[in-house]
């Protein structure tokens, strides 16, 4: 297919209530399942083939013959969750994966648990030895009495339930549904034996798609009121942005822009921004700015407005005073995230663009004299980079400097561009000098679990949901020795991905890491490896990188074009420090 998986395609069956299955037709669960996902607009499913997991295999198969659905098979369990991931970020719809019993269900657990700390909706399905096989040490037994994956899927996901009878399939399957859409966000799980997959279904599909992904608005008149107290008589106020701004990031800058207000983002948020945007003071937080640094350490403003963020640790310099204390007013439209933020002046509840709407509407913009930030020297003199940062950025060095390349990247890639930046270096680099101008949050990084890995796969997915859409994975040569084989999906699929690899032979965060704590240089070691000549021998364009000449020569629009993907190794400077001193020092305090 072509063309992104959107809500806008919702067919009518999609959001009426119309029957599907007829009295000739023998609707099964499996297909009970499939027809679900169709209404709600997913077209792909993400997993591994495996014997009990079969019945769900020959549903999709069935499918696929009306075009409603297809299977996309990954080369490790792993890889299919973190594909249901990026299919979820650029469809915004849930996305689906699926594994067979024993390993293959433990296999999706650390893809699992990265959408749970991000936020993600995925419904996971495993599947179980047919019910009458429990606890007889059955091939694969991961039912309660053997190795327990229920269990061990609990504390990584929203709804978590083994379906023990057929006539809890439909509803199951509701809530689990249902689960995953409701803020906040994140993966459930169906463990659904092998036998009943294949029950026949005592009834037909009648979805009311948006009954299932609605988003209820919430409101907090109380808090609202003394939020507007507050702005009316604060005098310097400083916006701060975390990753869940997702759904009210235009209204919120237009808040900004309409009352002069500087804001900063943490290094997840600042991919729903335009970097370039004269208001914006930089990332604070894990490798981020000297000028957000210093807006927030010289405590010159009345009040903090940190919206839409958990306050974890890489957003917030390692829970710093200077943030949090009593200036802070915490805006979310998920409760649960104010448990980290007991000290502020102010909790406010709301969903964001009603709520940043209400606040340009009712508040009245001050006069130049009375405006909620006064230029101070901070503001004037400091630049996003320094002076040193942006000679390296601008360095034609060699070996080539990770600093030029990220700079680089930012500057000639298209604005619709998605980037996935994988853990690792990537993160610091990409975090202080890829600065990029849309707010609509295609650059993507996932710091909630910090999978190594997690960028191929979810490159991968996004693109499945939108082959038209150009995809780069920026990742590292470590990361990609754990989990390139996934760039096979993108080739058997014929998406023109680009897998950018950050060659240095080490695993850099760790090899720097340890020298900026003082620790023993041990384990970071890579051997040196020809990622180019490894992709040519899968059938797969390999380009290598050594300069800066070669960096600018690339043709990344005739790349997008192609009819499959390509691997560009780049050789980066392995001696290059990345900006990530703060996080070091973290870790050397273990407060």
Known sequence: MSGIETDSELSPASSNSDSVGTEEEILLNSDLLVEY??????????????????????????????????????????????????YAREANRLGVCCATTGPGATNLLTGVASAYADNIPMLVITAQTALPKF???????????????????????????????????????I??????????????????????????????????????????????????????????????????????????????????????????????????????????????GFSGHEKARKLVLEQQFDLLLAVGTKLGELGTNGWTPSMLNEKLIHIDNVAQNFTRSSMARLHVLGAFPQLFLKLSEELERKAHSE????????????????????????????????????????????????????????????????????????????????????????????????????????TGDGSYLMSGQEITVAQQQGLPLIMM??????????????????????????????????AEAMGIDGIRVNTSEELEALNFPALFQKKGPTLIDVRIDPTEVPPMGERVKGLATQD
């Not at 077209?43 to 299977?71: N, Q, T």
């Not at 009495?145 to 609990?154: E, K, L, M, P, S």
């Not at 032979?505 to 180019?532: K, N, T, Y």
């Open 37 to 86: 996902l169709h209404q709600l607009n997913v077209r792909h499913i993400f997993g591994v083939p495996g014997g009990a997991i079969e019945p769900l295999f020959d549903a999709v198969a069935r499918a696929k013959k009306k075009e409603h659905m297809d299977m996309v098979v990954a080369r490790h369990e792993g890889g299919a969750a973190f594909m249901a991931d990026g």
């Open 135 to 173: 606890g007889k040490q059955a091939l694969q037994d991961s039912s309660c009495t053997a190795i327990d994956t229920v269990g061990i899927f609990r504390h990584c996901t929203k709804f978590n339930t083994l379906i023990s009878h057929p006539d809890q399939f439909e509803h199951k399957l």
């Open 175 to 284: 809530s689990a549904i249902m689960a995953a859409n409701t803020p906040p966000r994140g993966p459930t799980h169906l463990s659904v034996p092998s036998d009943i997959f294949n029950v026949a279904s005592p009834s037909v599909v009648a979805v009311r798609a948006d009954n299932l992904q609605h988003v209820f608005s919430i409101s907090d008149p109380v808090s609202f009121n003394k939020l507007k107290q507050e702005l009316n008589t604060a005098k310097k106020v400083v916006l701060f942005l975390g990753d869940n701004c997702r759904q009210g990031s235009e209204q919120i800058l237009q808040f900004a822009e309409k009352f002069e207000i500087p804001f900063i983002t943490g290094p997840m948020g600042k991919r729903w921004i335009d970097e370039d945007h004269p208001l914006y003071c930089g990332v604070f």
């Open 371 to 474: 405006r909620w930030w006064v230029n101070s020297a901070t503001m004037d003199t400091l630049r996003l980079l320094t002076i040193s940062e942006l000679e390296e950025a601008h360095s034609d060095a060699y070996p080539l400097k990770p600093q030029r390349l990220f700079y680089h990247l930012g500057q000639i890639l298209d604005n619709e561009t998605r980037i996935f930046i994988d853990a690792g270096n990537a993160w610091s680099w990409g975090t202080h000098y890829m600065r990029r101008r849309d707010n609509h949050g295609y650059y993507r990084i996932a710091m909630g679990f910090g999978s190594m890995g997690w960028a191929i796969g979810a490159s991968v997915g996004s693109q499945v949901a939108n082959p038209d859409a150009p995809h780069l994975c920026i």
């Open 501 to 534: 690899i950050l060659n240095d032979s080490s695993l850099g965060m760790v090899r720097h890491g340890q020298m900026m704590g003082g620790a023993e240089p041990i384990g970071f070691e890579l051997p040196q490896i020809d990622f180019a000549l490894m």
